[in-house]
């Protein structure tokens, strides 16, 4: 099983950035994806979900409105579209995948991160 995610980098503010999150190894389609991340010194914090069928998707209200989620499930990958980047977005960011079946609400996978820095 893998989860490489790409598409970090340096950023000014009000700039845009799209995180991808290339799965294998798994029936991607019967997973849930998430992408969390995490800031030095905080928590992992829920960023966005979407359905295993990419029909319903949901956003921490910190990013509602500049960020989308999408998925592709005939390429086994996952999308953040990030508009309108802020300093506090600066985070390590992850991806998640979690079995539809699962009663558990943490993810099954993760990936090893990507790095998104916004600063002018």
């Known amino acids: 099983v893998q989860l490489v995610e790409s598409g970090g980098g340096l950023v000014q503010p009000g700039g845009s950035l799209r995180l991808s999150c290339a799965a294998s190894?798994?029936?991607?389609?019967?997973?849930?994806m998430s992408w969390y991340r995490q800031a030095p010194g905080k928590e992992r914090e829920l960023v966005a979900t979407?359905?295993?069928?990419?029909?319903?998707?949901n956003y921490a209200d910190s990013v509602k409105g500049r960020f989308t989620i999408s998925r592709d499930n005939a390429k086994n990958t996952v999308y953040l579209q990030m508009n309108a980047l802020k300093p506090e977005d600066t985070a390590a960011y992850y991806c998640?995948?979690?079995?539809?079946?699962?009663?558990?609400?943490?993810?099954?996978?993760w990936g090893q991160g990507t790095q998104v820095t916004v600063s002018s």
């Open positions: 998640g995948a979690r079995s539809r079946f699962s009663v558990s609400a943490s993810p099954n996978y």
């Open positions: 190894g798994f029936t991607f389609s019967n997973y849930v």
């Open positions: 979407i359905s295993s069928a990419g029909g319903t998707t």
